[in-house]
């Protein structure tokens, strides 16, 4: 199994920006597809993106964050990135990463077979 471990969470206002990585390391990052998932204080952990290694790294957004966000993802530095724009309160939480040996990828979170730890992304108002 390849593990994750995210970085670049932070404060930042409403309408900021903030980039999230995951560097993967121990297996074939190229072969996985690779998706973010957030879980808000008091809610259950929910889809936000996922980029598949089929198809020329195919996308797909969760409808909250579609056209605020952007995954996408490095194979040569085995990272995958989460471009977060125009952020809302909303969208503060504890961001994981995750990995999904399926070719077309998944938004079940019971498709991935490995996490990172999370990273905490808090948006002010």
């Known amino acids: 199994q390849v593990q994750l471990v995210e970085s670049g969470g932070g404060l930042v206002q409403t309408g900021g920006s903030l980039r999230l990585s995951c560097a993967a390391s121990g297996g074939i990052f190229s072969r996985y597809c690779m998706g973010w998932f957030r879980q808000a204080p008091g809610k259950e952990r929910e889809f936000v993106a996922r980029i598949s290694w089929m198809s020329g790294g195919n996308t797909y957004y969760a409808e909250s964050v579609k056209g605020r966000f952007t995954i996408s993802r490095d194979n040569a530095k085995n990272t995958v990135y989460l471009q977060m724009n125009i952020l809302t309160p909303e969208d503060t939480g504890v961001y994981y990463c995750?990995?999904?040996?399926?070719?077309?990828?998944?938004?079940?979170?019971?498709?991935?077979?490995?996490w990172g730890q999370g990273t905490q992304v808090t948006v002010s108002s």
């Open positions: 995750a990995a999904s040996p399926l070719p077309r990828g998944s938004m079940r979170q019971a498709d991935f077979t490995s």
